[in-house]
T-cell receptor, first 112, second 115 residues
Framework: NAGVTQTPEFQVLKTGQSMTLQCAQD?????MSWYRQDPGMGLRLIHY???????DQGEVPNGYNVSRSTTEDFPLRLLSAAPSQTSVYFC???????????FGPGTRLLVL | AQSVSQHNHHVILSEAASLELGCNYS??????LFWYVQYPGQHLQLLLK??????LVKGIKGFEAEFIKSKFSFNLRKPSVQWSDTAEYFC?????????????FGAGTRLAVHP
């Protein structure tokens, strides 16, 4: 199993540009989530999904959209990038809502 | 509001020193508790977890943590650290039941171990 994969690894955007961060898992996990990691703030939940077709907002959802058309994929979309979205983004998945989360390698995003 | 506090943001130790990283949470209900570790350049990995039962849990690489319910604490310990333990450590609390969307992370503790 590849586990949780994320692409791209690095990305530089200009303010106002849009992009999609990809996340995929091959463990047949129902639960997937997106976090952003900022210095001194730990990980903060952006959006999560409890299964295909079902998504909900986390702690910091503004400026981000998600969809879950398949169990495997959970892309995160930035509609109009802002410098405040400069961060490291982690996707995670878990088998059950209370179980251990498995994290992807992260995407480092810089918005100029 | 629920929160997770990690008391030390940066810890510097020499090899063979003992380690204790503090973690406290604010939530009165039932919780699942986790410690994740992020080695330099790598993604987060589970170090250990507590769901129920023996409040002293053992994880990988010689780490252990003790859940003290009365103190709302879940401190991480290792009796003798190694240079390879240099990493950032995150405490996380999952509120249950129905608490998937409430996995709350602490701000993290950066540990540097000098040989």
């Amino acid at each position: 199993n590849a586990g949780v994969t994320q692409t791209p690894e690095f990305q530089v955007l200009k303010t106002g540009q849009s992009m999609t961060l990809q996340c995929a898992q091959d463990m047949n996990h129902e639960y997937m989530s997106w976090y952003r990691q900022d210095p001194g703030m730990g990980l903060r939940l952006i959006h999560y999904s409890v299964g295909a077709g079902i998504t909900d907002q986390g702690e910091v959802p503004n400026g981000y959209n998600v969809s879950r058309s398949t169990t495997e994929d959970f892309p995160l979309r930035l509609l109009s990038a802002a410098p405040s979205q400069t961060s490291v983004y982690f996707c995670a998945s878990s088998r059950d809502r209370q179980e251990t989360q498995y994290f992807g390698p992260g995407t480092r995003l810089l918005v100029l | 509001a629920q929160s997770v506090s990690q008391h030390n943001h940066h810890v510097i130790l020499s090899e063979a020193a003992s380690l204790e990283l503090g973690c406290n949470y604010s939530y009165g209900g039932t919780v699942n508790l986790f410690w994740y570790v992020q080695y330099p350049g790598q993604h987060l990995q589970l170090l250990l977890k507590y769901f129920s039962g023996d409040p002293l849990v053992k994880g990988i690489k010689g780490f252990e943590a003790e859940f003290i319910k009365s103190k709302f604490s879940f401190n991480l310990r290792k009796p003798s650290v190694q240079w390879s333990d240099t990493a950032e450590y995150f405490c996380a609390v999952n509120l249950r039941p129905g608490g998937y969307n409430k996995l709350i992370f602490g701000a993290g503790t950066r540990l540097a171990v000098h040989p």
